[in-house]
């Protein structure tokens, strides 16, 4: 499987971590609440407990807490976008 791909596990896929949400994860969310830093990166190959698998319509809509600092690196260049 390669990294940004609709990953499984045992079969089934990843969904989104938004509650109420059935969508196929694609975007994997981590953050650094100590340097008010959030990144959003193409789906990870493994689940970590310590990050959120979106789907593309949750990872769109996301907003941050002001002051933070949203760090896109989906596509291959860093898009930084302060909040």
């Keep these: 499987m390669r990294v940004g791909d609709r990953a499984t596990i045992g079969g089934v896929g990843r969904l989104c971590s938004r509650t109420g949400c059935s969508e196929a994860a694609e975007v994997t969310l981590t953050y650094d609440y100590g340097h008010s830093q959030v990144w959003l990166d193409l789906l990870t190959a493994e689940r970590d407990p310590h990050a959120y698998d979106m789907c593309l319509r949750h990872a769109s809509r996301l907003s941050a807490p002001n002051g933070w600092h949203v760090d896109d690196r ?10």
């Design 74 to 83: 989906r596509f291959g260049q860093t898009t930084l976008i302060a909040v």
